[in-house]
Nanobody, 121 residues
Framework: QVQLVESGGGLVQPGGSLRLSCAAS????????MRWFRQAPGKQREWVAT???????NYADSVKGRFTISRDNAKKLVYLRMTSLKPEDTAIYYC???????????????WGQGTQVTVSS
C-alpha cells in the first residue's frame, strides 16, 4: 500500500507564491520519477513538471521560469515552488510518482488526492 499526500494549497493573490509538498508513505522500495499535474475546472488534467531521481527537471511551457520542482529522496518528498502566480494557475494540483513496492515488482504509478490552489484578488 502506497499513499501520496499533497499539502500547501490555498488562496493566493496574483503575483504571489506558494509551495506545495507531497509526501509518499507505505511499503515503498524505491521511488523513480515524480511529477506534478493540475486540473482546472472544466478542463482535462495537464502535466506541470517532472523530476528524476537525480534531479533532472522538465516543465510545461506555461509554468517554465515560474515554478520549481524539487525532491528529498531520503524523506520521500517532492515539492513544487510556485511564484508569480496567475489566475490561470487556479486548479487542483496532484502529485504523481512511479513507485516500486518490493524489489521484484515493476514500477507502478500512484496519485495523490490533490490540493486546491486558487489565485484570485
Amino acid at each position: 500500500q502506497v499513499q501520496l499526500v499533497e499539502s500547501g494549497g490555498g488562496l493566493v493573490q496574483p503575483g504571489g507564491s506558494l509551495r506545495l509538498s507531497c509526501a509518499a508513505s507505505g511499503s515503498i522500495f524505491s521511488i523513480n520519477i515524480m511529477r506534478w499535474f493540475r486540473q482546472a475546472p472544466g478542463k482535462q488534467r495537464e502535466w506541470v513538471a517532472t523530476i528524476s531521481t537525480v534531479g533532472t527537471t522538465n516543465y510545461a511551457d506555461s509554468v517554465k521560469g515560474r515554478f520549481t520542482i524539487s525532491r528529498d529522496n531520503a524523506k520521500k518528498l517532492v515539492y513544487l515552488r510556485m511564484t508569480s502566480l496567475k489566475p490561470e494557475d487556479t486548479a487542483i494540483y496532484y502529485c504523481n510518482a512511479d513507485v516500486q513496492t518490493i524489489s521484484t515488482v515493476p514500477l507502478r504509478a500512484y496519485w495523490g488526492q490533490g490540493t486546491q490552489v486558487t489565485v484570485s484578488s
